[in-house]
């Protein structure tokens, strides 16, 4: 295998994988799902011809072969890491990471405005769900969701509270007044527990029928849109359809507890700022 058509994904899966002694483990870091990460190893073992994991899905550990894989594996991420390091930062560009699911609804249609607004500036958006890389390579603004927790010394700045609630299709208009249960449920395991958070703030008892689970989030909306059931969903992500009544929300929205927050490294550069502060001025 030369280097031009390593497989640099399923790699990297395996190396966090190693490093974090567990596929949840690597799932949360990566910003994946545990599936994901479970595919990509397999890819990687099937273009490898070699097993690299053996075990339990709940106890997968790596083979003798995977165990001499790892360390070089992780000796090489770090050097791609310490030359990106290296290499001196544009001051004309800002490197954004968001949420995948709210960079498509909420931000990239609105980033036009701050291209007119900054002619002269670029944003290089990538997605990702992962903790903030705090390193010098990692983004210079991130966009998460959550109650605390955010890396030490990088600015916070709340864009707006989450708000979620249950939505539906048209179609199912009807059947809310008559047996709401009646409704199949849809989950996604990207962000699990929306359901359960949202009975517990609004006082609604749920069926004990297991929800239809989607890898990815926008999965879960366009499953809502398409009518196949009703999706708990943050409403910010979905004002388009509200308005336009693609869906409807029977029971309005309750607070998750989360907020969405902008954070900028330490010693922001000035395109930096300049995001963030339109960013502030969006949300409001």
């Known amino acids: 295998m030369s280097r031009r058509n390593l497989p640099l994904t399923a790699l990297r899966a395996f190396e966090v994988f190693g490093t974090t002694g567990s596929m949840s483990a690597a799932a949360a870091t990566l ?3 545990h599936s994901a990460v479970s595919r990509q190893i397999r890819q990687l073992e099937e273009r490898l011809g070699v097993a690299l994991v053996e075990g339990p899905r ?7 072969a995977g165990a001499q894989l790892l360390p070089m594996l992780s000796r090489g991420f ?20 968001s949420l995948a699911t709210f960079a498509m609804r909420w931000l990239i249609p609105r980033l036009h405005r701050f291209q007119t607004q900054h ?7 990538t997605s990702d769900y992962a903790p903030v890389d705090t390193s010098p390579s990692g983004p210079d603004v991130a966009i998460r969701v959550g109650t605390g927790g955010w890396p030490a010394g990088w600015g916070i700045d709340p864009l707006f509270p989450d708000t979620i609630g ?65 999706a ?34 330490p010693d922001p550069s000035r395109p930096a700022r300049l995001f963030r ?8």
């Open 277 to 284: 502060d339109w960013l502030l001025a969006q949300a409001r």
């Open 78 to 97: 770090d050097t791609l890491e310490e030359a990106l390091r290296a290499l001196p930062r544009q001051s004309d560009s800002i490197d954004v990471s």
């Open 31 to 33: 910003g994946v799902t």
């Open 58 to 64: 709940n106890a997968t550990r790596p083979t003798e």
């Open 166 to 230: 249950p939505v539906i299709a048209p179609r199912w208009e009807a059947d809310v007044t008559r047996d709401f249960a009646r409704i199949p449920r849809l989950s996604a395991s990207s962000r699990l527990g929306t359901w359960e958070t949202w009975a517990q703030a609004a006082g609604h008892a749920l069926s004990p029928a297991k929800p239809t689970e989607f890898e990815h989030f926008h999965y879960k909306i366009e499953a809502a849109l398409s009518g196949l059931g009703a």
């Open 119 to 125: 002619p002269g500036l670029r944003v290089r958006l």
């Open 232 to 265: 708990v969903l943050p409403e910010v992500l979905i004002r388009a359809e509200l308005a336009a009544g693609r869906l409807i929300a029977p029971y309005g929205f309750q607070s998750s507890g989360m907020t969405y927050v902008a954070l900028t490294r």
